[in-house]
């Protein structure tokens, strides 16, 4: 049987990069955490690291100040995963990514790199909106480095983090389902795609060694789970067994509200236009040259709209 990868996470701390840790170590990688020098006495990050150590990944000293020092860690390794991050209510950090295709370019040793991605494919927003196009633009000035320095590559499309889309009932500023009203965006039909933030960690792990998901991207669509937002709300309806009052936000309406909005708030809201407004992430076919995960991978059980969302029951 051939070797699994050594892998390296970059970010492994964040929301997404430690579900990317612990599948890493579930499906048996040698598993490498970025322990960057300047979260110094954040008791959480350091406790956490810690924890991954516990559970049997190696963390390994480096900083996006010291070139060499990213060389080095990069050199451990066969593939390099990076989870920076990319939400700006949050931090939005994608371009110091261009520091690490630069390390793995010195290195030389990279079979796959996943850049920080995981949500809308890029490539596919060209037309986006201001000011939120940036996430995109940002991720292209990624891959376009990362292409061009040769490194091999997989970039995964997740379409939306569960937590964010169905936690809030896709209404921007929750991330909890409320029991009494919900504001549909638009008509409510336009369809999407959720996944649970673990099963978008375990598909990115399976694709770093399949030789079919080499230099592609490859979108997560799990089938259950590519619904309107009508239909997520009847879910929760079920499941809370009560009907909630609806009312609903004209495009006008929601476009003149984010005028008024800080630009980060700007920004995710303009992310929100596109999904539920424009339905950008299930409108178009998967064409040649990309990959569906849950085609390539049937025998991952991903976890279905209704199951994600007892949990806020
Ligand atoms: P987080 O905000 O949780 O941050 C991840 C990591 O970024 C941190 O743990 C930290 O690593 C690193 N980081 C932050 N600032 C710096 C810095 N100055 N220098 C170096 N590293 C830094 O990220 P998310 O998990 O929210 O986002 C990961 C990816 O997922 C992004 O590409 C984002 O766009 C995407 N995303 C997609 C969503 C969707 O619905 N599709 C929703 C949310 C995110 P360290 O441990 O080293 O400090």
């Not at 100040?65 to 066969?78: A, E, I, P, T």
């Not at 920080?116 to 060209?126: I, L, Y």
Request: proline residues 3%.
């Amino acid at each position: 049987m051939a070797m699994k990868s050594k892998v390296l996470i970059v970010g492994g701390t964040g929301y997404l990069g430690k579900r990317l840790v612990k599948a890493s170590l579930a499906q048996g990688h040698e598993t490498f955490v970025l322990h960057r020098e300047e979260i110094g006495v954040d008791i959480e990050k350091v406790q956490m690291l810690l924890s991954f150590k516990q559970q049997g990944a190696h963390l390994v000293i480096g900083s996006f100040n010291d070139h060499q020092s990213l060389v080095k860690v990069v050199k451990l390794v066969d593939v390099v995963i990076c989870a920076i991050s990319g939400v700006h209510i949050r931090s939005h950090q994608i371009l110091l990514q261009l520091k690490l295709v630069d390390a793995i370019k010195e290195a030389g040793n990279v079979k796959r790199f996943l850049p920080s991605e995981f949500g809308t494919d890029p490539a596919r927003k060209e037309n986006a909106m201001e000011p939120g196009r940036v996430t995109f633009d940002d991720k292209m000035v990624v891959r376009r480095a990362t292409e061009e320095a040769g490194i091999p590559f997989t970039y995964i499309s997740a379409n939306c983090f569960a937590g964010y889309f169905l936690g809030g009932l896709c209404q921007p500023g929750f991330i909890l389902p409320s029991r009494e009203q919900v504001r549909l965006l638009g008509d409510g039909n336009q369809k999407a795609i959720y996944v649970d933030e673990d099963d978008i960690a375990t598909y990115s792990i399976k694709t770093i060694d399949d030789p079919r998901t080499l230099n592609k991207t490859v979108y997560i669509r799990p089938p259950q789970n590519i619904l309107s937002l009508r239909e997520v709300v009847q879910i929760w309806e079920k499941l809370i067994g009560k009907e909630l009052l609806k009312s609903s936000i004209s495009e006008q309406e929601f476009l003149a509200i984010m005028k008024e909005q800080d630009y980060a708030e700007q920004v995710g809201l303009t992310h929100y236009y596109h999904v539920c407004y424009e339905g950008c992430l299930a409108n178009f076919e998967i064409g040649d040259g990309a990959e569906e995960a849950t085609k390539l991978y049937p025998e991952v059980k991903y976890t279905t709209v209704e199951e994600y969302m007892t949990r806020y029951l």
